[in-house]
């Protein structure tokens, strides 16, 4: 089974603080995904990533910036938080083999409050 | 750019019930279509996948049908269950990235 865990269920942070979400898959992936969740706007593309050192934005990616230095992992960087990026982030990867182009797997999320 | 669209927003049902839930897509032009079954606080976990070149595919009681032409997906759950309770997301695939409809959230009361 496709494994992807999240660093944190729950975070609390304060205006300003740096903030990191690491997101850790077991599969080879190539590709991993940064989305976040809030309601009345569904989910939304943050960043993404097709290779290592590799990094592409989404439809949202202000305030935000992503690292992947391993293949296996994905990190999400809050530069400087902010309270409207209280939100459920949610981490996915896939692969790019052909026959499986695009299946995306989950984690569990993370959810996160800054005050 | 893409547009997905899920309705209704919610659902209730009586158990056992057989249901449809509907998706459709502004952009024909797409790789896959994916549903997913989220429950309350929780991740994403992925029911099914149908390519571009299928028209359904099927696990256990789900069914999920696919119409490019029309921009359309269904999914189909029979003899619904107490258990089946959740939000159910449609997403439609391109060059690796997914776009989401809203959800319908699925009440299967007892």
Request: no cysteine.
């Given at each position: 089974d496709v494994k992807v865990t999240q660093s944190s269920r729950y975070l609390v942070k304060r205006t300003g603080e740096k903030v990191f979400l690491e997101c850790v898959q077991?599969?080879?992936?190539e590709n991993m995904f940064w989305y976040r969740q809030d309601p009345g706007l569904g989910l939304r593309l943050i960043y993404f990533s097709y290779d290592v050192k590799m990094k592409e934005k989404g439809d949202i990616p202000e305030g935000y910036s992503v690292s992947r230095e391993k293949k296996e992992r994905f990190s999400l960087i809050l530069e400087s938080a902010s309270t409207n990026q209280t939100s459920m982030y949610l981490c996915a990867s896939s692969s790019q083999d052909r026959g499986n182009w695009d299946e995306q797997y989950f984690g569990p999320g993370t959810r996160l409050t800054v005050t | 750019k893409q547009e997905v669209t899920q309705i209704p927003a919610a659902l209730s049902v009586p158990e056992g019930e057989n249901l449809v839930l509907n998706c459709s897509f502004t952009?024909?032009?797409?790789?896959n279509l994916q549903w997913f079954r989220q429950d309350p606080g929780k991740g994403l976990t992925s029911l099914l996948l149908i390519q571009s070149s299928q028209r359904e595919q099927t696990s256990g009681r789900l069914n999920a049908s696919l119409d490019k032409s029309s921009g359309r997906s269904t999914l189909y759950i029979a003899a619904?269950?107490?258990?089946?309770?959740a939000t159910y997301l449609c997403a439609c695939g391109n060059t690796g990235k997914l776009i989401f409809g809203q959800g319908t959230t699925l009440q299967v009361k007892p």
């Open positions: 077991d599969m080879d992936h | 952009d024909s032009a797409i790789y619904s269950q107490p258990g089946d309770s």
